[in-house]
């Protein structure tokens, strides 16, 4: 069984930053592709960035190019998200995932921006 848990997030006044970690147990070596989303009340959820573990290509969504960076570690069941010059309109519960055959979600995370 894997299982996939967050830590990092919290309240942050807006231009600060924070760094969301997620870290995956079980019985499997390791992922294709890691990431995250995130779901703000009343919303759909929305992708954030993602990051392929063979190479490290990445991908953000428009809203957090240049202010957000994710990374992995080297036993790439580890994934971060680097949030930088975070706004009010970031506030949301951030959910990491990791692929491989299948999808894996963590609980999720809550951030909350203040203005």
């Known amino acids: 069984q894997v299982q996939l848990m967050e830590s990092g997030g919290g309240l942050v006044q807006a231009g600060g930053s924070l760094r969301p970690s997620c870290v995956a147990s079980?019985?499997?070596?390791?992922?294709?592709?890691m990431g995250w989303y995130r779901q703000a009340p009343g919303k759909q959820r929305e992708l954030v960035a993602t990051?392929?573990?063979?190479?490290?290509?990445?991908n953000y969504a428009d809203s957090v190019k240049g202010r957000f960076t994710i990374s992995r570690d080297n036993t790439q069941k580890t994934v971060y998200l680097q949030m930088n010059r975070l706004k009010p309109e970031d506030t949301a519960v951030y959910y990491c995932?990791?692929?491989?055959?299948?999808?894996?979600w963590g609980q999720g995370t809550q951030v909350t921006v203040s203005s």
């Open positions: 990051i392929i573990t063979s190479g490290g290509n990445t």
């Open positions: 995932y990791m692929w491989r055959s299948i999808a894996y």
């Open positions: 079980g019985s499997i070596s390791s992922f294709n592709v």
